[in-house]
């Protein structure tokens, strides 16, 4: 008989069990300037964001500039913040893929192709903030219930970003092209079938051009879904890269991008909600030197709130995703039966990529995905509950 297993606790577990002193030395070597470069990182965004608004640079940038139509002064104030954090943010990304993974092993990266990908984010984080904060302003300026309104919009859009982000967004970064390896679309044929999804095998991603991490995802909704290998995972035997589509299979199998929805739509709400508290605060807007909420030039402020307010419900949508992986790992074990060939692929992909094999509290709270050690617990537990 089988014992129930619960995939919304985490699963003891110690790294020392699965991984050597020496994969466990060279990953938190890998980590430990990352974990600096975070700080540091959040450091200067806090310090731009904050003398920004401390020294009334949006409302003197918009004067200086004679904008007088507020989607003109949105506009100012987007380009403006995106400007600034062109003197940080591109230095730090590319001692990251031209220094540090370098010397790791970890960065195929070109100069010339991570120019292109930051010029390639700057325009495109332009456009979605124009898209969404366009349509904000005008309701918070013109409408009583701009909260509830505000709210149907951010759902939208979220909504929007998922359904559009494999044919639309991803592209813009990757090529994909079908898999043509006939064994590995055989094996995905058949777990396919096995999960009773209708997968029309998978696509393949040219990250090797830019990386040598192995990764694999499914995103989309509704005739967008499919499922994604990184071209670098095709380096491991067949059998592994099976196990790493029945994980992926398995969210499919769950409806897990849909089942995010509603979570995602009660964090959007509670943020409208605290943003329209923010908007009665007077005496923040009076030091901010603005109008109040509808002002163009309220956007940074606007912007720590949605950081602060997401980093703070985040730990509850992370929760969410990390049972959501453990059951797609169980899903992965429940269609191939596989127990050592699961272990196999974890070990192999979480060693290659030089993941965190050791977090810390903070860093496990924050996760959309359980350590290396507890998937791979996570494996024992489920042989386990197949034991008579």
Do not use: C
């Amino acid at each position: 008989m089988t014992t129930a297993l619960s995939t919304w606790r985490r699963i003891p577990n110690d790294p020392d069990d699965w991984f050597s002193t020496e994969e466990l030395d060279r990953s938190r070597a890998y980590q430990k300037p990352l974990g600096r470069l975070r700080i540091i990182r959040g450091a200067l965004t806090a310090i731009t964001i904050v003398l920004f608004i401390a020294l009334e640079a949006g409302p003197r940038l918009v004067e200086w500039v004679g904008a007088t139509n507020w989607v003109v002064q949105l506009l100012v104030v987007i380009l403006a913040l995106e400007l600034l954090s062109l003197l940080y943010n591109p230095a730090l990304d590319w001692w990251v893929d031209l220094v540090h993974d370098k010397e790791w092993g970890l960065s195929n990266q070109t100069p010339g192709g991570f120019v292109s990908d930051q010029v390639k984010s700057l325009i495109l984080g332009a456009v979605m903030y124009l898209i969404l904060l366009v349509p904000l302003y005008a309701l918070i300026r013109g409408v009583e219930l701009w909260w509830f309104w505000g709210w149907i919009l951010l759902v939208t859009f979220t909504v929007g970003i998922g359904f559009l982000y494999p044919v639309v967004i991803a592209p813009i970064f990757n090529k994909f092209t079908p898999l043509e390896d006939e064994d590995l679309n055989g094996r995905i044929a058949d777990i396919a079938e096995r999960a009773g999804v209708d997968l029309d095998g998978a696509l393949v991603a040219d990250e090797s051009r830019r990386s040598t991490r192995d990764n694999a995802y499914v995103a989309g909704l509704g005739a967008t879904r499919r499922v994604v290998l990184y071209d670098t995972i095709l380096e491991h035997p067949p059998e592994v890269v099976a196990q790493v589509v029945a994980h992926e299979v398995g969210h499919w199998r769950l409806n897990h991008l849909r089942r995010q929805i509603p979570l995602a739509a009660g964090l959007a709400l509670a943020m409208m909600l605290a943003l329209w508290a923010l908007s009665e605060w007077s005496g923040l807007w009076s030091w901010a030197g603005v109008e109040g909420l509808g002002d163009p030039t309220s956007l940074p402020i606007l912007l720590v709130a949605i950081q602060l307010g997401f980093g703070t419900m985040g730990v509850l949508s992370s929760l969410v995703s990390r049972a959501f992986e453990r059951q797609a790992d169980v899903q992965a074990l429940e269609l191939l039966g596989d127990p050592d060939g699961m272990r196999d692929m974890i070990r192999r992909l979480h060693v290659k990529n030089l993941s965190d094999l050791d977090p810390g509290l903070v860093k496990r709270v924050q996760a959309t995905h359980p350590p290396a050690a507890e998937r791979l617990a996570l494996v024992d537990a489920w042989v386990g509950t197949r034991a008579v």
